[in-house]
C-alpha cells in the first residue's frame, strides 16, 4: 500500500475496481483546511480520464505493470494480433485498448502494458514517431506555397494525415502517434 506522497506521472492504481493510469497531478496545501492532491486518471477499460481528488495521506493501491515486446501481426473483425518475439505466445487485444490504432504497421515492434499480478494486457504503447509511406495523395498546385498549405494524405495503414503540398505519393514521412501529425520527409 502506498499513499498519496507516493503519486506521480504515469503510476498504475486500483481505483473503483477498476485500474487507471494517473495522467496529471497536482499537491495543494491551502491556507485553511488539509493538503489534498488532484489527479487526471486514465481508465484502461474504458480510456475515459477522470478528475479525482485524494486527502494527503490517503492509501492507494498500486498496480504492479510490466512493458513486454511484441511484434504486430494482423487485424481481424474482432482485435488486433500480437506475437512475443521469445515465446511466440500470441495476443488478440479489442481496438478500444490502442490509443491510435490506425498507425500500426505490419510486422511493428510495440510494447504492451501487462498486469503483472493478474496477467492481463491493459493497453499498448506505440512509438511516439512513425515513419510511414504515402499510398495517396492530391499532386499540390505549383506556386500555392505563400503559406503553410497542407493537404490530406493516405498512409500505407490507411490513415489519413495532412502533409505540405510538396509531399507525393510513395514518399516516407514522419508521424507522431499521439497527435497524429506530420512531422517531416523521411529520406530514403
Avoid at 478528475?51 to 482485435?79: M, W
Avoid at 498507425?103 to 511493428?108: D, H, M, N, S, V
Wanted: net charge neutral.
Amino acid at each position: 500500500m502506498a499513499n498519496t506522497s507516493d503519486i506521480k506521472n504515469g503510476l498504475c492504481i486500483d481505483f473503483n475496481k477498476d485500474v487507471y493510469s494517473i495522467v496529471s497531478f497536482q499537491h495543494v496545501k491551502p491556507g485553511k483546511g488539509n493538503a489534498f492532491v488532484r489527479t487526471k486518471l486514465k481508465s484502461f477499460a474504458t480510456g475515459k480520464v477522470v478528475d479525482h481528488t485524494f486527502p494527503a495521506g490517503h492509501k492507494i493501491s498500486v498496480v504492479r505493470v510490466e512493458r513486454r515486446k511484441f511484434q504486430y501481426l494482423y487485424k481481424d473483425d474482432y482485435a488486433f494480433h500480437f506475437m512475443d518475439n521469445e515465446t511466440y505466445e500470441q495476443v488478440a487485444l479489442e481496438e478500444k485498448m490502442i490509443d491510435q490504432p490506425k498507425f500500426i504497421k505490419e510486422g511493428a515492434e510495440i510494447e504492451i502494458l501487462f498486469d503483472a499480478a493478474r496477467e492481463t494486457p491493459l493497453t499498448i504503447d506505440l512509438p511516439q514517431y512513425i515513419n510511414l509511406k504515402i499510398t495517396y495523395t492530391e499532386p499540390g498546385v505549383q506556386g500555392n506555397t505563400a503559406t503553410n498549405a497542407t493537404k490530406p494524405a493516405t498512409t500505407e495503414t490507411g490513415a489519413e494525415v495532412r502533409v505540405p503540398l510538396f509531399i507525393n505519393e510513395g514518399d516516407m514521412i514522419k508521424v507522431d502517434t499521439k497527435t497524429g501529425s506530420y512531422i517531416e520527409r523521411v529520406k530514403s
